[in-house]
């Protein structure tokens, strides 16, 4: 079992940063591959970025991809997600989830594992 806990949401303008963070335990933490993903209100649940268990290799959704960046310190059992020049449409509740296998590239049905989920809001 992983338990997965997401912080650092909130409110910010277009064009601002968020960095939410991701505390993970139960499990040790170098062992999986871990996902940022997220959903806005009646869509379904996307995928944002993925992470290799060392971190070595990692992987980007076209909308973020030169915006987000996705790191862990396996140190720490945590997950981050720096999120800059931040825009209307990347308003959704953001989830972090694990995943066996490792790879940054796990498709949504490859995670096991999911956080309760955190909201972010960009207003205009």
């Known amino acids: 079992q992983v338990q997965l806990v997401e912080s650092g949401g909130g409110l910010v303008q277009t064009g601002g940063s968020l960095r939410l963070s991701c505390a993970a335990s139960?499990?040790?933490?170098?062992?999986?591959?871990m996902g940022w993903f997220r959903q806005a209100p009646g869509k379904e649940r996307n995928f944002v970025a993925g992470?290799?268990?060392?971190?070595?290799?990692?992987n980007y959704a076209n909308s973020v991809k030169g915006r987000f960046t996705i790191s862990r310190d396996n140190a720490k059992n945590t997950l981050f997600l720096q999120m800059n020049s931040l825009k209307p449409e990347d308003t959704a509740v953001y989830y972090c989830?694990?995943?066996?296998?490792?790879?940054?590239?796990?498709?949504?049905?490859?995670?096991?594992?999911w956080g309760q989920g955190t909201q972010v809001t960009v207003s205009s």
């Open positions: 989830a694990a995943t066996l296998y490792n790879s940054a590239s796990v498709p949504i049905t490859g995670y096991t594992y």
């Open positions: 992470i290799s268990r060392s971190g070595g290799s990692t």
């Open positions: 139960g499990r040790t933490f170098s062992s999986i591959g």
